[in-house]
């Protein structure tokens, strides 16, 4: 049974920092691309940061490029997201999934796929 467990999440005022870790079970985080999405409250679930192993790539969605970073430990099997110098607007809940990152029409962006986290909740205070 495949398991991905989201941690690290928090009230934070704003401009402060948190490291979220996905902790995964049943798959081998170096085997997929893994992917943090996040949900604030009453919008659409959006794609935030996402990585490949297979060819050591990177996808950052321009609202929080500059500010965070996702990286992994293939021994722990974990996936992290960096997240500084936070904004209210970083508010919701962040899930990390399985993901794909795809380029189409020149646009290119990372799409959660099978296996999902129940999520872990960050609020910035103002």
């Known amino acids: 049974e495949v398991q991905l467990v989201e941690s690290g999440g928090g009230l934070v005022q704003s401009g402060r920092s948190l490291r979220l870790s996905c902790a995964a079970s049943?798959?081998?985080?170096?085997?997929?691309?893994i992917g943090w999405f996040r949900q604030a409250p009453g919008k659409g679930r959006e794609g935030v940061s996402c990585?490949?192993?297979?060819?050591?790539?990177?996808w950052n969605a321009d609202s929080v490029k500059g500010r965070f970073t996702i990286s992994s430990d293939i021994a722990k099997n974990t996936v992290y997201l960096q997240m500084n110098n936070l904004k209210p607007e970083d508010t919701g809940t962040y899930y990390c999934?399985?993901?794909?990152?795809?380029?189409?029409?020149?646009?290119?962006?990372?799409?959660?796929?099978?296996?999902w986290g129940k999520g872990t909740l960050v609020t910035v205070s103002s």
């Open positions: 999934a399985e993901a794909v990152i795809l380029t189409t029409n020149g646009v290119t962006g990372c799409y959660g796929r099978d296996y």
């Open positions: 049943g798959l081998n985080v170096d085997d997929y691309a």
């Open positions: 990585i490949s192993h297979s060819d050591d790539s990177t």
